[in-house]
């Protein structure tokens, strides 16, 4: 094998090694592009109407994709339902089952923009909100 084939191969394995970690690191922001913390918008209790198999384009074996169908009560808001794609670490997996309640974030601009809040997942799950101005469902 000549100076010139050793250097190819090289090249070639450090080409495939950038493109793995690339794919990885637009994994994990594709995996996390519905989550979101309390600090990054309005935080608000939602009721998990449904968990189904979700479609997120990179999963991880220490995580379940779900598509969650959320029905969100924000503070001094009418109640909405929606839809989001996330990554759930598989040790929260049960926080998301049918009736259960969850924390999610609401964006500051676009309150319709919701992400599922997963440091909230430590705590306990919250209470139904008692709000009457969010009594009235709303979709949007």
């Known amino acids: 094998m000549g100076r010139s084939q050793k250097s190819l191969d090289l090249r ?48 991880f074996k220490s995580s379940s994709c779900f598509e969650l169908t ?17 990554n759930i670490p598989n040790q929260w997996s049960s926080r998301v089952q049918p009736s259960s309640w969850v924390m999610v974030v609401l964006d500051r601009e676009d309150p319709s923009k919701v992400g599922l809040d997963l440091d909230a997942f430590e705590l306990p799950p919250p209470a139904p909100s008692s709000d009457p101005a969010s009594a009235a469902t709303v979709s949007p």
Do not use: Y
């Open 70 to 86: 959320l029905s969100v009560h924000p503070p001094r808001q009418a109640v909405f339902t929606t839809k989001i794609d996330v």
């Open 12 to 59: 070639v394995v450090g080409a495939i090694f950038v493109a793995i970690i690339l794919m990885v690191m637009v994994g994990q922001f594709l995996g996390a592009r519905n989550t979101a913390s309390a600090t990054d918008g309005t935080p608000a209790p939602a009721r998990v109407e449904r968990a189904a198999r979700g479609s997120c384009i990179i999963g």
